[in-house]
C-alpha cells in the first residue's frame, strides 16, 4: 500500500473537484433550505408592526450562516460522493489504478482539500455563526421586535434559593455591582408558596440582596401590604444571576471557555457546556472524515453496475455518522456522557471505520 501524493497535477486536479463540487453543492442546499426556512418564519416577522422586506433580508442574513455551517459536511460527503463515482464512471480511477496509484494515494489529495475546508469551517462557526446564533436569538425572544441594549446585561433569570425562587427581569453589571431589575421574590415552605415579594430593584448588601419599597403579597390571607426593606437570597453570589443563562452556540471557543472557567470557579456545572466547546472543533473537523466515508464510491468496476450501490452505501456511512454524532452530542449535554467521549467518539469511530473500508477495498 502506497502513502503519499501520487502526483502534483492528479491531486491538484482532485482536490480541485471536490472543492468545487462541495461548494456547489453547498450553494444549492443553502438556497432551497433558506427558502423552506423564510417561508415558514416570514409569517411571524411580518405579524410585528412595522416590520417588512428589510427584515425579511436581515433576517436572511443571521439565519443563512446557520444553514451553510450545518450542512457543509453534508455537502462535502455528497460532493466527495459526485467526483468519485464521476471519475470512476470516466474511468478515471481505473487509469490511476494502472499507473500504479494506490487508493490512499487517490483519497489522500480529497482529504487535505477537505481539511483546508474544515479549516475554513472553523473561522466560519467563530467569528460569524456564533454572533448570528446570538443576535437571531435575542431577536426571536422578543417576537422579531426591536432588541434592546443588552450589553452586560442578562435577562429573564431564575435563580433558587433552597425552597424559594428568585426572579429577576434584568440583571445589570457583574461581581458585586450586579443590580436586579424587576424582582420576584417566591417564599415556600415545604413546597408550598406562602408569599410574594416583588420589587422594581435589587442591590447587594453583604451577603444578601437589599430589596427597597417591596409589595408583599400573603397567599393564604390574599393581603397585599408594602414593606420598606426586604433582604432575601442569603448566601446567593452576584456570579448565580450574571452566569444563568450562557448559550455555547453563541460564543466564540475563547469566549465559551472563559465562561466555563468562570462558572467552575461559581460552582456550577459545565459538562454541557465543555460538550458544546469540544464538538466545535471535531464537528468542524467531521469534513475530514466525509472522503474516507465515500471512498468506497471510486472504486470498482464502472461495467460491474455496482457503482450506484457503492454511492448508496458511501452516503449511508455518512449519514450514520451524523445520527451517531448529534445522538453523542445529546447524551454530553444531559451528562451521560463525559464531554470529551460525547464530542469526539463518533469522530474516532467513523475514522477507524472509513480507514477500513478504504484499506478492504484496497485489498
Do not use: C
Request: aromatic content about 8%; glycine content about 10%; hydrophobic content about 50%.
Amino acid at each position: 500500500m502506497r502513502l503519499g501524493f501520487a502526483s502534483r497535477t492528479v491531486s491538484w486536479y482532485m482536490a480541485r473537484l471536490l472543492v468545487t463540487r462541495s461548494f456547489a453543492v453547498l450553494g444549492a442546499l443553502s438556497v432551497v433550505l433558506m427558502a423552506l426556512d423564510l417561508l415558514g418564519e416570514s409569517g411571524d416577522i411580518l405579524a410585528h408592526p412595522g416590520n417588512g422586506q428589510a427584515q425579511l433580508l436581515y433576517y436572511i442574513s443571521l439565519r443563512l450562516p446557520q444553514i451553510v455551517s450545518r450542512f457543509l459536511p453534508f455537502s462535502v460527503l455528497l460532493g466527495t460522493l459526485i467526483t468519485l463515482a464521476g471519475m470512476n464512471q470516466n474511468s478515471e480511477i481505473i487509469s490511476m489504478k494502472a499507473a500504479g496509484i494506490s487508493a490512499q494515494q487517490i483519497v489522500l489529495p480529497l482529504i487535505v482539500a477537505s481539511l483546508g475546508i474544515a479549516g475554513l469551517s472553523f473561522w466560519f462557526n467563530d467569528h460569524v455563526v456564533a454572533r448570528a446564533t446570538g443576535v437571531l436569538s435575542a431577536w426571536q425572544d422578543v417576537d422579531y421586535g426591536p432588541v434592546p441594549e443588552r450589553h452586560g446585561i442578562v435577562t429573564n433569570v431564575w435563580v433558587r434559593d433552597r425552597e424559594d425562587l428568585i426572579h429577576a427581569d434584568r440583571v445589570v453589571g457583574r461581581h458585586a455591582r450586579a443590580v436586579l431589575e424587576g424582582v420576584s421574590y417566591y417564599d415556600r415552605t415545604g413546597d408550598r408558596l406562602t408569599a410574594i415579594a416583588s420589587a422594581a430593584r435589587g442591590v447587594r448588601d453583604g451577603d444578601s440582596w437589599r430589596l427597597n419599597g417591596v409589595r408583599r403579597f400573603d397567599v393564604a390571607t390574599g393581603r397585599v401590604s408594602t414593606v420598606p426593606v426586604v433582604l432575601v437570597g442569603h448566601g446567593v453570589a452576584p456570579d448565580r444571576f450574571t452566569l444563568a443563562n450562557v448559550d455555547g452556540d453563541s460564543l466564540s471557543f475563547r469566549a465559551l471557555g472563559a465562561a466555563i472557567t468562570e462558572l467552575k470557579a461559581a460552582g456550577r456545572p459545565t459538562a454541557s457546556l465543555e460538550t458544546i466547546r469540544w464538538h466545535k472543533i471535531s464537528g468542524a473537523l467531521s469534513t475530514v472524515l466525509m472522503p474516507l466515508l465515500a471512498g468506497v464510491a471510486g472504486f470498482g468496476l464502472a461495467r460491474s453496475g455496482a457503482v450506484f450501490l457503492r454511492v448508496v452505501i458511501g452516503m449511508a456511512l455518512g449519514f450514520t455518522y451524523f445520527v451517531a454524532d448529534n445522538f453523542a452530542l445529546a447524551m454530553g449535554n444531559i451528562g451521560a456522557y463525559p464531554p470529551l467521549l460525547a464530542a469526539w467518539a463518533p469522530f474516532l469511530l467513523f475514522l477507524l471505520i472509513g480507514e477500513a473500508v478504504l484499506i478492504r477495498t484496497e485489498e
